[in-house]
């Protein structure tokens, strides 16, 4: 039988990467276990314990990084899956930041948070990725000075492609997965068609921050709680061409636009909708680094723990935006990963809201950013085999 801290002798694989787990009471034992032989382990563990909800394992890339930082100790507080479900993180970093990784695991510890269920770190992504339920894949290259788009859609596809299929290969194939690091949305269509195990609908990236900066800036522009703002949504790619569409939005009850009116009536509203808030909106982050000289990374990790959290214990029929595959909803091109508006329902379902009317403005928007996508897709066309 198979006990929480016992080591099983015979599946021990060498290997020269570095791996360290905290210390931390009650952390799941070092496996290194093939994935066929784990199934067999987790079953027995199942019927051992007697039914009890088993530990969610969250990997996480880039554990080290300013997003990390800001999303690991709320994941360990229970922020993510609700205070009765315990957690075990498994972070995945590059080599060079596996000290600062370990300094991030010493302060997880000294936190003391009931319900984690340990924390391993690992340079080696099959090593993270073993057995996991969710990877949140912040980490990735990032444009340095002078860099091509191009070569950074391309730089990342490698690593993406890497990532794709070390899932596909250690993931549970139940295992769902948000795409934070940048290009996000292409970045999730390359992992995804890396790995062909695990469903396609399991493969999401992040919009949920572009989502949530739209919300607040509707909010304090009407004078309200974020609360009484609804149905706005984000449509295609992470990064500027996305379309922040507030054409069925509604404020109070009231249409957004009539809402926006009423509580700023010597201002043209279309002006500020087109002129202000769409480029605050698709700007937000170049912004926000010009004010503090630093990335937007509490936001962000606040916003992939939104997402995952609304996908898993749903957003009760509100609406939210996440980048999903298309199935040629709204005439986007079947496959691409574009943002749409979705609810989701407790349990990891979502659903786009479907029958939306599309007026002339917002298709034009809608395709810009579908186009640029497409663009993103052909250059990465090597990194996509199925
Ligand atoms: P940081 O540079 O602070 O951290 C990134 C971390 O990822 C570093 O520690 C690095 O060592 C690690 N890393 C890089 N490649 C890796 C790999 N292949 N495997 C494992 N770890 C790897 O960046 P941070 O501010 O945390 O941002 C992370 C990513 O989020 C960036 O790509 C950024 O562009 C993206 N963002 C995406 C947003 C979204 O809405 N989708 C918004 C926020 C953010 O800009």
Redesign the pocket.
Known sequence: MLKRGLNVTGFIRPSQVRCFRSDILGTDIFRVHHKDELTAIRAEREYCNGGMQETVKVAV??G?????YSLLFRIASGEMFGKKQRVQIRC???PF?MDSLRGVAMELQDCAFPLLDGVFCTDD?ERGFEDIDYALL?????RGPGMERADLLKQNGA?FTGIGGALNKWARKSCKVVV???P?NTNCLIAANNAPDIPIENFT???R??HDRGLGQLAKKAGVNIKQVKDFCIWGN?SPTMYPDISRCTIGGQSAMQALSTANPDEDMQQWYTGEFMPCVQQR?AAIINARGA???AS?GN?CLMHARDWELGTGGAVTSMAIPSNGEYDVTPGLFFSYPVTTQEGGAYKIVQNLNIDDFSRQKIKLTENELLAERDAVAEYLPH
């Open positions: 890339t880039g080290a990084g300013a997003i990390g995945v970093e590059l930041a992504a912040v980490g990735s290259k990032p690593i934070v690091g940048n996000a990236a992040m919009t921050l572009d992470h982050g990335s937007s990374a962000a916003a």
